[in-house]
């Protein structure tokens, strides 16, 4: 059974730090093209960063390029976003997906065409 499970989400102050987990289990992540979105209150969701299969560059939203991090572990079959200086305007909920098409395509921190998804996990930055 495919699944994917986010954790690490929660109430941060504004120019906080928080660490994002995505742990997948019935598949390998690493033959996959992975992705994190967001899903702010009342908006579409929309892509923050992704990783395209057997390519470890990662790509961007503008708003996360320089202040989002994200990276895979291929013994944990996990991903991870680590996101520092955290806005308001960052508060959603946060979900990793994955593609299994070599032609899915991950443009500007966008994954297109992803497959299967995580439930979520919810970001709240305020003071």
């Known amino acids: 059974q495919v699944q994917l499970v986010e954790s690490g989400g929660g109430l941060v102050q504004p120019g906080g730090s928080l660490r994002l987990s995505c742990t997948a289990s019935?598949?390998?992540?690493?033959?996959?093209?992975i992705g994190w979105f967001r899903q702010a209150p009342g908006k579409m969701r929309e892509g923050v960063s992704c990783?395209?299969?057997?390519?470890?560059?990662?790509n961007y939203a503008g708003y996360a390029k320089g202040r989002y991090t994200m990276s895979r572990d291929i013994d944990k079959n996990a991903v991870y976003l680590q996101m520092n200086g955290l806005r308001p305007e960052v508060t959603g909920i946060y979900s990793c997906?994955?593609?299994?098409?070599?032609?899915?395509?991950?443009?500007?921190?966008?994954?297109?065409?992803?497959?299967?998804w995580g439930p979520g996990t919810r970001i709240t930055v305020s003071s």
């Open positions: 990783m395209k299969i057997g390519n470890p560059d990662t």
């Open positions: 019935g598949f390998r992540l690493n033959d996959y093209s």
């Open positions: 997906a994955v593609a299994a098409s070599p032609a899915a395509v991950c443009i500007n921190g966008n994954l297109a065409g992803a497959q299967y």
